[in-house]
């Protein structure tokens, strides 16, 4: 058994698309920009956002900023609450909660709206830490969030700890601290090839599966 465990949150714990798409959408609009196709915006679950717009839309670093501040202008008061929760989400974290594991989210997403989502829904006792974003850190990337989350649990040795997450960059970030990575893909944002390609340690379909890994 697993004695930490650390979520990434956005296509891992909940389906948080139509709050993302719906602010990069906003944004665009916002700055004269052309919006995007159902598929480009799949790419905007996980990375920064700053790195999304930049890829996905070609704007130069100073766009790219200014569309982040677009973006959070909606997200900070709609977006941020339109998502939805795995099925198995919530009962798996009970569990790995009661098996004594200590849990935490490691995201892209700025620190302050996990914390607020998670008091929202009420479930900030399921995570013992919260490691995200800050405003002033766009490109901040899964290493230094992962080995925040590790620092803030307090993990000694990273083979006591696992990453869950959706895409590769968890397993790149997991595996860039020396911590293995499970892939979920419930979310349907990453794929089977994607996870092997990045080298994830596991791949399996639902959170469910993924508790009975870091139970094992």
């Not at 998502?83 to 620190?111: D, M, N, Q, W, Y």
């Not at 499970?182 to 993924?210: H, S």
Request: charged content about 25%.
């Amino acid at each position: 058994m697993f004695s930490y465990a650390i979520f990434d949150f956005d296509g891992t714990l909940a389906d948080t698309g139509a709050g993302v798409f719906a602010s990069v959408q906003y944004a665009l609009r916002s700055m004269g920009e052309s919006e995007l196709d159902s598929e480009t915006l799949k790419y905007f679950i996980g990375p920064p956002l700053e790195t999304s717009f930049s890829v996905k839309c070609g704007l130069d670093s100073e766009r790219s900023r200014e569309a982040v501040g677009k973006y959070r202008e909606y997200y900070s008061t709609k977006g941020i609450y339109e998502l939805k929760f795995f099925p198995s989400t919530l009962s798996a974290l009970r569990e790995i909660k009661a098996a004594g594991v200590k849990t935490a989210v490691g995201s892209s997403k700025p620190e302050l709206f996990v914390n607020r989502i998670l008091e929202h829904f009420g479930i900030s006792e399921l995570f013992d830490f919260v490691s995200g974003a800050t405003f002033g850190e766009p490109h901040a990337d899964k290493t230094v969030i992962i080995t925040r989350a590790a620092e803030g649990l307090g993990i000694e040795n990273l083979s006591d700890a696992v990453m869950v997450g959706d895409r590769s960059f968890d397993i790149d970030g997991a595996h860039g601290v020396g911590m293995k990575c499970i892939g979920v893909l419930e979310g349907g944002y990453g794929d089977e090839n994607e996870f092997k390609t990045a080298g994830a340690d596991w791949i399996v379909n639902t959170l469910a599966d993924a508790k009975d890994i870091i139970l094992k």
